[in-house]
């Protein structure tokens, strides 16, 4: 059984179906890439698989856990949804830094509240404190930042905020790291960093699946792609399949905008 | 009369003013945060009702509202008359309260929805993305703005003497009728030196805030 299975997923916003029913499954340590036009729902999707839409319909599993079930919405606990959160990290299209915490400060944060509730966190605050700040700069140094450790975000160029977000999902180790266009926010001499760091991630085997405009970028990076329009999975397959030899129309209509450019 | 009896007199006419200060901001700064939790409830009617108050108090003049307060009781219900600093009193919380909600309101809603997003996906409970994500940036966008509206009450609290709370002003202007006109004037160095290290304690706050950006 795959690690991530997506199954049916539906949403609509008032009248607009945005979502039309989305399967799609993911092995571990496996790269998945979303490409489609803007509008196909991609980030929806995104947004639906980490919680910050609900979907009306479908069900996630996570290594055979259910993450979420359309049917079971309102019966779980605030704390029961935030455990099953905390399989999947995000990484914005626009980072969302917290801007009044150092570089250091917004990778601890969460892991820190976390520690908090550790039933051994009050004998051995000190140890715990220590971990979780060599881990944090491990992750920092990691993303190429350790020099920038006590800076504020604003004190940093759009890629190195990038970096630090990655940093921050990192650092509660999510099984599955979802990313949004990571480097649509940037200037083109800013995306490289960002790419660097995605591959030396799938080099260390972590599953991603990441929304993305790189059409070169998904073909290096990826195990699977899948691509999205209308609300649909209209194509997915190995990047040799759907970008050397796609199937469906629609398919070949979207890339052909981007090797025509 | 000397000039240092002029003094001490109105130095505890300042007394009352500042005390009539300090107890509105600290009733009216957490109930502005009340009404702006009301008035952006998700139940309409409490929404509506919020709404149509703080209109109806920012709409009409607060000396209107500190007689109103004060005398409107004992003519509608034949109520006794409160004191008359305490009516002052909560015509002033509730009239700043009305204010604050609004800057309230206005930060809370400037802090873009990303800060709470990027909390929720981290797996930050709801009060702790409000006490460790958008507190500070909120309150960096409303010392401004709230520092603004307590040079305005410093100077609002005169309007206290229309139902004769003895502040400065109302002892200043008993001068008058002993034939004395600068005390009243005179009054004007107080609230200056008052708003002068007003200004300067905001200042500093602002600074401290000053090393993000949001
Ligand atoms: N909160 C919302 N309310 C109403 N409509 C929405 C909302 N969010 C998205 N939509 C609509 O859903 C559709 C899909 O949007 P979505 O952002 O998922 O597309 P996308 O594939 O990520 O596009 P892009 O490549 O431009 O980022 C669009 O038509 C959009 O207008
Ligand atoms: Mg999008």
Redesign the pocket.
Known sequence: MAMLEVQNIR?S??K?E??KGIDFSLEKGQVLSII????????????CLTFL?RAEQGSVTVNGDTIFDAAEVGKISAAEQRRRQLHFGLVF?NFNLFPQYTVLQNVCLAPKLQAKERPDYKQHTKEIIAEIEAKAHALIDQVGLSAKCDAYPWQLSGGQQQRVAIARALALDPEILFF??PT?ALDPELTGEILHVIKDLAGRRMTMVI?T?EMQFAREVSDHVLF?DG?LVVESGTPEQVFDHPEHERTREFLSRFTQA | MSFWEVTLSLLRGLGTTGRLFFLTLLFALPLGLLICMASTSRFAPLRWLTKTVVWVVRGSPLMLQILIVYYGPGLVFGWPLLPRFIAALVTFAINYACYFSEIYRGGIQSIPRGQYEAGQVLGLTRSQVFFKVTLLQLVKRIVPPMGNEFITLVKDTALARVIMVYEIIWIGESYIKKGMMWPLFYTAVFYLIANGVLTVLLNKFEKKLDYFKA
């Not at chain 1, 489609?36 to 947004?47: A, I, M, V, Y």
């Open positions: 949403k916003f008032g607009l945005v979502l489609g036009s803007s509008g196909s729902g991609k980030t929806t999707l995104l947004r839409e299209q949004d266009e649509s929304v405009h999205m609300g």
